[in-house]
């Protein structure tokens, strides 16, 4: 190389921007972070600085030694006049300074941004919008050779101080990981001999973030990755990534696409559905291998876990793969979840799609609470059930979900103790108040023909009374599947409304719901329930029941329930007597049902009143 | 508007307890220690069937500085609030959704697969939550 002479003003000139660039105190060796920004700020295309870089030896180099920049500063300065980049040219008097327009900010934004398209033109592209304005203030800024690079000094110097990190572009995180132990080398640029071309990527601009970030939590890591024990490969991912990550840049908990796609795959180890959930038990034997505290993957837990439910869908486990990557990063966990983490919710027009951690405690409805919803809840666990294969975002499905679960365990402790059978065995007198006859007389007018729509006429009693649906409307609920006659079917004991059996016959539920007048699809489908309508039968015959209801309630009644018309006392015998009359026309009506009225009627007897 | 907030465990050790002066710890300690046989008393006592019990079991006991009210959960973890006082007395709703606050929570923490169910309660929501309803008194 030839030997490079300088005039006093560029010695000068030259020596001061050197030491500008050496944040290192080397007084050697010029960072090349700093270097390459001030060469951004030439206004020289890239090719150019490309060339310049290469012709001044520090790509042979590795680095910028303090030759080395003195010949690149002097062929910014040829480049800039227009004289093309020679090294014999190097010793061209009355070249004027080489011009760099930048300042503190302009500095800042451009480390990370300026190699991330290297291929591409316009520097300042990639730059957040946020910066623009200090770019615009920056360009004002001429800094003349002399005067103001001492004023750049200091400019320079203190952001280089910041603790911070930008997010770096994930070849750098790789390499970060690789080079450092941990991810705790915020404070020094990473201006290391040995850094060539390709990875001045890895420039981390520490201040670039300082100003945005400040009221975030310390940006996270689009860094290194956390290598889980029994994960090597995945570490291997960000190093193929080519293009740069400046998505950090607008919000430091922000997933980058490789991120996610890595968090992906991760998820389809545990669980092969997407849609899917990673149940609690896994979700935390796979967290565990990341050596974090129990205390903090609890906490991260807390954060994730969105709807609370125990399970982790592909976006909570997302967002709490990320909070391990950043913690095992060292850094803090926030309070709450960042929005960006917050996992989406495919019901867009649900207004309850906004997140917010308020209203969590809606979701998971207290034990308390439950009683009182039991009856509301119940109805909507038919619409919802078909749901709950499909998203598993949909808030309502999950509060649905979360209450319906509560309800059921509910139902569980509540019916366990009374079994169907038992509550046979043990009938529990209810007493007939007027209204209760009211209706049931109601229900006969409305069907008059029989069977028509016994679900509408169960509806009615089968919320107010409770002790009434069980008996009377358990026999309607079979026959016609009315969604809202859940209270029917079995009567295990007349206290119970809502009863857990009937979960089998949601499907004739929905039969139900599409097609009203249903009659005849009821009728095969009553098979199963008949077993019940028959205990439920025998329970009538405690409750009660009035004649006419029984009508209805024995259209269901098939000729299973043959079996229960034992012996009947004679009481009943009167009142079968009296049945028997009123209902014949009814029997003619219908004459596939003629067997189970007199079975019914049979059981009617012993209604007390 | 509580002074004392405590979770016990079905074994009848805490899981967490809170109490906002710091030097009367140790009382509220013993206050709670000693609400445990009230509470057991008005469960054993109830659940003659396996009818649902009522979760809140409401006013423990009065002292002439405050009150302790008792609330259990099916699986008999107790929660034991101690109000002073001399607050204008709380009404019973009042009580009553505190605990429900107080158990909604709790879930939650259960729910966490990290939280080994015995351990101390550590968990930041719940200290939050806990927080809101004993920030108020002071």
Known sequence: MESLTLSDVEQKYYSELFLSCDVDNAK??????????????????????????ELCGATRLGHFGRSQFYIALKLIALAQ????????????????????????????????????????????????????????????????????????????????????????????????????????????????????????????????????????????VQESWVSFTDTPPSSTLPMHPPSAQTSGYEDPWKITDEQRQYYINQFKTIQSDLTGLIPGSAAKEFFTKSKLPILELSHIWELSDFDKDGALTLDEFCAAFHLVVARKNGYDLPEKLPESLMPKLIDLDDSAGVPEPAPEVGFSSSPVEVTPNKSPSMPSLNQNW??????????????????????????????????????????????????????????????????????????????????????????????????????????????QMPEQPNFADFSQFQVFAVEPPVDDAEKPSDTGPADRCAESAGVVRNATNDVQAEERSSTTVNSAKVSTPLAPPPKPVRRRLKSEDELKPDVDELPQKSNVLATVLATQPSIPR | MAVCIAVIAKENYPLYIRSIPAQGELKFHYTVHTS???????????????????????????????KVYGYVTNSKVKF?????????????????????????????????????????????????????????TS
């Open chain 1, 81 to 220: 006049s227009g004289l093309p980049l020679r090294l014999e040219s190097l010793n061209v008097r009355d070249l004027p300074l080489p011009r760099f327009v930048m300042g503190k900010n302009e500095q800042e934004t451009r480390y990370t941004v300026m190699f991330a398209d290297a291929e591409n033109q316009g520097p300042y592209l990639p730059r957040p919008p946020g910066r623009v304005q200090a770019k615009k203030v920056s360009t004002h800024e001429m800094i003349q050779p002399c005067v103001t690079t001492v004023e750049v000094q200091p400019d320079t110097t203190s952001p280089v101080v910041s603790p911070h990190q930008s997010p770096p572009t994930s070849p750098h995180v790789w390499r970060k990981h690789k080079r450092q132990a941990s991810g705790g080398n915020v404070e020094r640029q990473p201006s290391v001999p040995g850094v060539i071309w390709p990875t001045f990527r890895e420039q981390q601009g520490p201040a670039s973030g300082d100003g945005m970030w400040s009221a975030h939590s310390p940006p996270p």
């Open chain 2, 36 to 66: 445990l046989d009230v509470v057991e008393e008005k469960i054993s006592g109830v659940g003659k069937a396996a009818d649902q019990r009522e979760l809140y079991l409401g006013l423990l006991y009065p002292t002439e500085d405050y």
């Open chain 1, 386 to 495: 078909p749901e709950l294969n499909q998203s598993n975002e949909q808030w309502e499905t999950f509060s649905e979900r979360s209450s319906s679960s509560q309800t059921l365990t509910q139902f569980d402790s509540n019916i366990a103790p009374a079994d169907p059978d038992t509550a046979i065995v043990h009938p529990v007198p209810i007493r007939m108040t007027p209204s209760k006859i009211h209706m049931q007389e109601m229900e006969l007018k409305r069907t008059g023909s029989g069977a028509q729509q016994p679900g509408v006429v169960a509806f009615p009693p089968a919320v107010p009374p409770r002790p009434l649906p069980t008996q009377t409307s358990a026999p309607h609920g079979l026959r016609s599947v009315e969604g809202e006659g859940l209270p029917a079917h079995t009567s295990t004991s007349p206290q």
């Open chain 1, 28 to 53: 050697k060796v010029a960072s090349n972070g700093k270097v390459l920004d001030l060469f951004r700020a030439a206004q020289l295309s890239n090719e150019v600085v490309l060339q310049i870089t």
């Open chain 2, 80 to 136: 034991v609030i101690v109000v002073d006082s001399s607050n204008t007395s709380l009404r019973d709703n009042e009580i009553r959704s505190m605990f429900r606050k107080l158990h909604n929570s709790f879930t939650d923490v259960m729910c966490n697969p990290f939280y080994n169910p015995g351990d101390q309660i550590q968990s930041k929501t719940f200290d939050g939550i806990v927080s809101t309803m004993m920030v108020q």
